[in-house]
């Protein structure tokens, strides 16, 4: 992977874009998990952001080793690529407790439809003037499938949970590498120019 474009460094351009779609990510899998509105009309979309975010951790970590040979150690910039190396197990979950979410979660709206009661078509005769109805029973729904809609709610119930919590640290810990960052930029920055 190349260093700059155009003479510019690679690391803050990925960055902006790790800095605004993984605190997205954490939002839109808040919401999913807390809004069931929201969860119906975004779908998969939680966790393809939370795809993106995944790919884009290890893209921000390498460039920003890469800058880093170039601007030369300090303690601000050492600060800032240990809270940024901290950052993929954060988005790891992310990624696999949305994506556990959502999957759970349509299980759990397919189950509640196989358990609905199926009422077996009607059919008349007519015999001697007079009309019979002949109706057959509805099939008793299966032991199983009864017992699904319960273990996938509590289930998608415990997945939703820990996605609430793993996008909730992965915000912070955006919010921590993104302060750290500036920091020694601006740092770095202010003491060229008092020089």
């Given at each position: 992977m190349p260093d700059s474009i155009?003479?510019?460094?690679?690391?803050?351009?990925?960055?902006h874009a790790t800095s605004v779609l993984v605190p997205l990510a954490a939002l839109l899998v808040i919401l999913a998990v807390c809004w069931p509105r929201f969860r119906a009309w975004a779908g998969p979309l939680p966790?393809?952001?939370?795809?993106?975010?995944l790919i884009l951790t290890p893209l921000s970590t390498s460039t920003?080793?890469?800058?880093?040979?170039?601007?030369?150690?300090?303690?601000?910039?050492?600060?800032?690529a240990e809270l940024g190396d901290q950052l993929l197990p954060f988005t790891i979950a992310l990624f696999v407790f949305s994506a556990g979410f959502w999957w759970l979660d349509r299980q759990r709206q397919r189950s509640l439809?196989?358990?609905e009661p199926v009422t077996a078509p009607s059919a008349e005769t007519t015999s001697g003037g007079g009309t019979a109805t002949l109706t057959a029973p509805a099939p008793a729904p299966h032991a199983t499938s009864s017992q699904a809609p319960g273990k996938f709610r509590t289930a998608t119930a415990v997945v939703g949970v820990l996605a609430v919590l793993a996008a909730v640290g992965t915000g912070i810990q955006v919010a921590?590498?993104?302060?750290?960052?500036a920091k020694a930029a601006w740092s770095d920055a202010s003491s060229a120019i008092v020089r």
């Open positions: 155009g003479g510019l460094p690679l690391h803050p351009l990925i960055v966790m393809c952001l939370s795809a993106v975010a920003g080793e890469s800058l880093e040979e170039k601007v030369g150690e300090s303690s601000l910039v050492e600060k800032h439809l196989e358990v921590r590498i993104g302060h750290s960052g």
